[in-house]
C-alpha cells in the first residue's frame, strides 16, 4: 500500500522558498495519474512537494470506488481524441504494473456491439489513434452467448483491450511516483474544506490556502482540482465561469448474479461490451452525441467478485439517459445519490437488456442488485481550465469515460501545469499562419485534436540582453511574459541545445527556464560577471518587475500576441499573431531529454504534413527574427557576426 503522510497544522511552502510545490486534490484514477506525470516533468530544484490529497479516508466518495471499470481504443461516440488517449494509457499499462509491483489490468478484450453505422464510427476513430481493430458482421458467430437485437449485431473487437480495477490503479500510480520519487511526493488523509488564491499584492509572494478537513491548512504555490463529480463545487468561484455549463449526472449500476463456475467459464471468452440497442438510436434525444449515445446503449463487464457481496460473481451494466443534477449541487447532495444505490426503475431497465443480450449465460436468480455512480457532463469534450492568476486549475467533464485513460489524461494536464518546471526541452518548427482559423480547426478536429478554449490568450514579451548583447551572441534569449489578466509577468530564458537546426530563421530547439530564481540562476552562470552572483541577478530581475529600469539590462525587443493553441496528440499548434503585423504558426513538441530530439521532429513533421502546413524560409520566420530585423539591424549583426544567422 502506498504511504499515507498524516498532516501537521501548517502544511507546505508558496513561493518564498526556491522550488515550488503543488496540491492535487483528489486521489483517483486521475489525479494519481497527474501527480506521477507532473513529477515526471519536473526537478526537485523546481518543484519541491506535490501533496496529494485523497479523501477517501475521510469519508468522500468518488464513482471511482468500484472494483472494475472498462478501457477500449474505440470511442463509442466515434470521438478520436478519446481513443488516442485509452491508446496511450493501454500501451502504457505494462510499464506502470512492471515498475509499481501492482497489477490492475485484466486483459479481456473489447466489442463495440451495435447497428453497422455506430460500430463503424468507432472503428473510424480507432484508425485515427493508430488501431486496426477487427469488424464482424454478425457478432453471434464468435460470441455465441451474445444474442443482440435485430439489426443491431455488428461488432468491432480489440483483443488488446479489457478491464481495470481503479483503486489498483491508484496504488500503483502513486507506487510509481514514490519508488522515484519519494522525497517528492506525500499522500495527505483528508477531506478538503476550502481553497482560497492567496494575494500576491502588498509584497506578498502569493499562494493557494487548501483548508482540509483534519484542521490542517496546506499552503502550496499551485492547486490542481481532480476531485471528479466535486470539481465545480471546490473550484468554481477561481476559475471564473470556465465550468459553467458542466453538470453532475446521477447514473444507476445493475449486478445480475451468476454462479462461481459460470463466472470462471466466462472469464475465459467474455469481453467488455458496449452495445446499442436500437437502430438509429439516439435521434429522438436532445443534447450532443455523448448523451444521445448513452441513451440507447448499455456498458457490460466480465464477471467480477464482489467481496462486499459477500464474495458472490457478478456482470456489472451501465448506460441509459443523462438525469442531470443542478449545476449548483453540492458534495454533500452528491454523497447523499452515492450512498442511495440508484434509481430503481433504471436498474430493473438495464437487467432487462443485459439479460436479453446475454441470452447464452445462466443467471443464479432472476432478481439483480443496484449502485449509484455520479459523471459529469456538458460539452464534447474534457475541461482542463485555471484561475486568471494560473494558480488553480481544475478538470471537469470527463462524461464518465476518464477512469481507462487516466493515464494518457494525467499527461496531459501535466503539460498544461508544466509551467512549474525549469527544465523542459522544447522542439518547434514555424510555419505559415493558416488562411483562416475555422479551416483550422476543422483540420485539427478531424484528426482528433481541438482547440481549447481557454488557450486563446493574448500576452507581451519584452526580451533583454546586457549592452555589449552577449547573450545574443550566445543565442540565449531573456524575456518578461506578461499574460493578460495575470497579475504580473514571468521570467522566462530560452538557452541553446546542441542541435544545430533552424526554422524560421530561429533555433528549433532549445531548453527553457522560467521563473525569476532559476533564470536569475542560469544568468550567473551564462555571463559569468564576478559582481553579479544568482542573488545579485535576481536583484536585478526584481527591479525591472517594480521599477521597469535597470542600467544592467536593456530591452531589445516589445510586443504583444494574440494566440490560439490547438492540441493534437502529443504536440501543441500555436497560431500567432503579433501587434507589428506578423503572423506565424508554431508546432512544438516538449521532450525530457536530447535523446527524444529526432522522435519530437518526426511527429512535428508528421503532424504539420496532416494539417498542411507549409514550413517559413529562414529569411521570413518566428515574430521575434522579424521583428529585429525591422527595428533593430544592430542586434541582426550580432547574430551574423556570431555565425548564429546566415544572411
Known amino acids: 500500500m502506498v504511504a499515507a503522510t498524516s498532516p501537521p497544522s501548517r502544511l507546505g511552502s508558496s513561493s518564498s522558498s526556491k522550488a515550488q510545490s503543488i496540491a492535487i486534490v483528489g486521489a483517483g484514477p486521475i489525479g494519481s495519474a497527474a501527480a506521477r506525470h507532473i513529477l515526471e516533468r519536473t526537478s526537485a530544484d523546481a518543484l519541491a512537494q506535490v501533496y496529494v490529497i485523497d479523501g477517501t479516508q475521510a469519508g468522500t466518495r468518488g464513482s471511482h470506488h468500484d472494483l472494475a471499470r472498462l478501457i477500449r481504443a474505440a470511442d463509442a461516440e466515434g470521438d478520436a481524441k478519446w481513443s488516442v488517449r485509452n491508446a496511450a494509457s493501454l500501451a502504457a499499462f505494462a510499464e506502470i504494473e512492471r515498475e509499481s509491483g501492482c497489477n490492475f489490468f485484466h486483459k479481456s478484450g473489447a466489442l463495440v456491439v451495435g447497428p453497422r453505422t455506430f460500430v463503424e464510427r468507432a472503428a473510424k476513430a480507432a484508425q485515427t489513434a493508430g488501431c486496426e481493430l477487427e469488424l464482424l458482421d454478425d457478432v ?14 455488428a461488432a468491432l473487437y480489440d483483443d488488446s483491450a479489457g478491464w481495470l480495477e481503479p483503486n489498483a490503479m491508484i496504488e500503483a500510480q502513486l507506487e510509481y511516483a514514490r519508488r522515484r520519487h519519494s522525497d517528492r511526493i506525500h499522500v495527505v488523509p483528508a477531506a478538503v474544506q476550502s481553497i482560497e488564491v492567496l494575494d500576491s499584492t502588498g509584497g506578498g509572494s502569493g499562494g493557494v490556502f487548501v483548508e482540509l478537513s483534519t484542521g490542517a491548512m496546506l499552503v502550496v504555490d499551485k492547486c490542481l482540482v481532480t476531485a471528479g463529480a466535486h470539481t465545480r ?10 465550468l459553467d455549463g458542466v453538470s453532475v449526472s446521477r447514473r444507476t449500476v445493475a ?8 463466472a470462471h467459464e466466462l472469464e475465459k471468452v467474455m469481453p467488455t461490451l458496449k452495445y446499442r440497442f436500437e437502430e438509429g438510436g439516439g435521434a429522438s434525444v436532445s443534447g450532443n452525441e455523448q448523451s444521445k449515445t448513452e441513451a440507447t446503449s448499455v456498458y457490460l463487464l ?21 438525469d442531470l443534477m443542478p449545476e449548483n449541487v453540492s458534495s454533500e447532495e452528491i454523497a447523499e445519490w452515492l450512498a442511495s444505490g440508484g434509481d430503481a426503475e433504471m436498474a430493473s431497465k438495464l437487467a432487462d437488456i443485459g439479460r436479453n443480450l446475454l441470452g447464452g449465460v445462466t443467471f443464479a436468480n432472476e432478481g439483480h442488485e443496484t449502485m449509484a455512480c455520479v459523471t459529469t457532463v456538458g460539452s464534447d469534450d474534457m475541461r482542463i481550465v485555471s484561475s486568471p492568476c494560473k494558480r488553480v486549475t481544475a478538470v471537469s467533464c470527463c462524461l464518465g469515460k476518464a477512469a481507462g485513460p487516466a493515464d494518457a489524461i494525467g499527461a496531459e494536464i501535466a503539460k498544461h501545469v508544466v509551467g512549474i518546471s525549469d527544465r523542459c526541452i522544447e522542439v518547434e518548427r514555424k510555419f505559415a499562419p493558416p488562411s483562416d482559423l475555422q479551416t483550422m480547426r476543422e483540420s485539427v478536429s478531424r484528426l482528433g485534436g481541438g482547440l481549447d478554449s481557454e488557450k486563446v490568450t493574448r500576452f507581451v514579451d519584452e526580451y533583454y540582453d546586457v549592452p555589449s548583447l552577449a547573450l545574443v551572441a550566445s543565442d540565449c534569449w531573456l524575456r518578461t511574459r506578461k499574460v493578460e489578466g495575470a497579475a504580473s509577468s514571468s521570467w522566462e530564458l530560452k538557452l ?56 544592467t539590462l536593456a530591452s531589445i525587443a516589445k510586443f504583444a500576441t494574440e494566440r490560439f493553441t490547438f492540441t493534437l496528440d502529443d504536440c501543441s499548434i500555436d497560431v ?4 507589428f503585423g506578423h503572423a506565424v504558426m508554431e508546432v512544438e513538441k516538449l521532450v525530457a531529454s536530447p535523446d527524444e530530439i529526432p522522435g519530437a521532429k518526426d511527429e512535428i513533421a508528421r503532424i504539420a504534413s496532416s494539417i498542411g502546413a507549409t514550413p517559413l524560409p529562414p529569411q521570413n520566420g518566428g515574430k521575434l527574427l522579424v521583428y529585429l530585423r525591422k527595428y533593430r539591424q544592430d542586434v541582426i549583426d550580432v547574430l551574423v557576426r556570431s555565425g548564429i544567422l546566415k544572411e
Open 140 to 153: 453471434r458467430e464468435r460470441f455465441a452467448f451474445l444474442t443482440p437485437a435485430t439489426g443491431c449485431d
Open 233 to 242: 463545487a471546490l473550484a468554481d468561484g477561481m476559475v471564473e465561469g470556465k
Open 255 to 262: 449486478l445480475l448474479e451468476i454462479s462461481e463456475s459460470t
Open 302 to 322: 466480465p464477471p467480477v467478485r464482489y467481496d462486499n457481496l459477500g464474495g458472490r460473481y457478478f456482470i456489472k451494466i451501465g448506460g441509459g439517459p443523462n
Open 496 to 551: 541553446p541545445v546542441d542541435v544545430e537546426s533552424r526554422s524560421g530563421g530561429e533555433r528549433e530547439v532549445f531548453r527553457e527556464v522560467v521563473g525569476l530564481e532559476h533564470v536569475a540562476s542560469e544568468l550567473a552562470q551564462i555571463l559569468h560577471e564576478p559582481s553579479l552572483s544568482a542573488d545579485a541577478w535576481k536583484g536585478v530581475l526584481e527591479r525591472i518587475e517594480s521599477e521597469n529600469s535597470s542600467t
Open 576 to 579: 500567432d499573431s503579433a501587434d
